[in-house]
Protein backbone atom coordinates (compact mmCIF):
# COMPACT_ATOMS: atom_id res chain seq x y z
CA UNK A 1 0.00 0.00 0.00
CA UNK A 2 2.83 2.02 0.81
CA UNK A 3 4.62 1.70 -2.55
CA UNK A 4 0.91 2.12 -4.33
CA UNK A 5 0.56 5.58 -2.73
CA UNK A 6 4.03 6.73 -3.62
CA UNK A 7 3.83 5.88 -7.00
CA UNK A 8 0.21 8.00 -6.95
CA UNK A 9 1.68 11.26 -5.15
CA UNK A 10 5.06 11.11 -7.32
CA UNK A 11 2.48 10.41 -11.03
CA UNK A 12 0.75 13.11 -9.38
CA UNK A 13 3.46 16.05 -9.08
CA UNK A 14 4.93 14.84 -12.52
CA UNK A 15 2.40 16.35 -14.12
CA UNK A 16 1.38 18.94 -11.77
CA UNK A 17 4.93 20.43 -12.60
CA UNK A 18 3.89 19.40 -16.72
CA UNK A 19 1.13 21.45 -16.81
CA UNK A 20 2.54 24.35 -14.40
CA UNK A 21 5.97 25.20 -15.46
CA UNK A 22 6.18 23.64 -18.93
CA UNK A 23 2.57 24.77 -20.13
CA UNK A 24 1.11 21.64 -21.13
CA UNK A 25 -2.45 21.53 -22.00
CA UNK A 26 -4.34 19.83 -19.65
CA UNK A 27 -6.76 18.31 -22.18
CA UNK A 28 -3.21 16.47 -23.00
CA UNK A 29 -2.85 15.24 -20.00
CA UNK A 30 -6.41 13.72 -20.09
CA UNK A 31 -5.78 12.06 -23.17
CA UNK A 32 -2.72 10.41 -22.06
CA UNK A 33 -4.57 9.04 -18.75
CA UNK A 34 -6.97 7.63 -21.33
CA UNK A 35 -4.56 5.78 -23.40
CA UNK A 36 -2.62 4.84 -20.66
CA UNK A 37 -5.95 3.20 -19.10
CA UNK A 38 -6.43 1.74 -22.24
CA UNK A 39 -2.76 0.53 -22.82
CA UNK A 40 -2.89 -1.40 -19.34
CA UNK A 41 -6.41 -3.10 -20.25
CA UNK A 42 -5.03 -4.14 -23.55
CA UNK A 43 -2.55 -5.43 -21.80
CA UNK A 44 -4.75 -7.24 -19.24
CA UNK A 45 -6.95 -8.74 -21.54
CA UNK A 46 -3.87 -10.22 -23.70
CA UNK A 47 -2.71 -11.43 -20.68
CA UNK A 48 -5.89 -13.40 -19.54
CA UNK A 49 -6.04 -14.75 -23.11
CA UNK A 50 -2.40 -15.81 -23.18
CA UNK A 51 -2.14 -17.70 -20.58
CA UNK A 52 -4.37 -20.77 -21.39
CA UNK A 53 -2.13 -20.76 -24.55
CA UNK A 54 0.98 -21.07 -22.95
CA UNK A 55 -0.23 -23.60 -20.29
CA UNK A 56 -1.23 -25.95 -23.09
CA UNK A 57 2.05 -25.30 -24.81
CA UNK A 58 4.45 -25.76 -21.93
CA UNK A 59 2.14 -29.26 -21.33
CA UNK A 60 3.27 -30.49 -24.23
CA UNK A 61 5.51 -33.27 -24.63
CA UNK A 62 8.65 -32.53 -26.64
CA UNK A 63 9.00 -34.09 -29.88
CA UNK A 64 11.32 -32.08 -31.59
CA UNK A 65 13.76 -34.28 -33.97
CA UNK A 66 16.65 -33.22 -31.66
CA UNK A 67 14.45 -35.21 -28.85
CA UNK A 68 13.75 -38.08 -31.53
CA UNK A 69 17.89 -38.18 -31.91
CA UNK A 70 19.36 -37.97 -28.79
CA UNK A 71 16.99 -40.52 -26.34
CA UNK A 72 17.31 -40.00 -22.43
CA UNK A 73 19.33 -41.44 -20.45
CA UNK A 74 16.69 -42.21 -17.70
CA UNK A 75 14.98 -44.57 -20.15
CA UNK A 76 16.02 -48.17 -19.92
Known amino acids: MQRFASTLFFAAAFIWVAVSFFDVETE ?11 LVAVAIVTGFLAAP ?9 PSSLLSQVIPEKNKE
Do not use: D, G, T
Not at 28 to 33: A, I, L, P, R
Not at 53 to 61: M, V
Open 28 to 38: VVYVFFVFSVI
Open 53 to 61: LLRLIRRRK
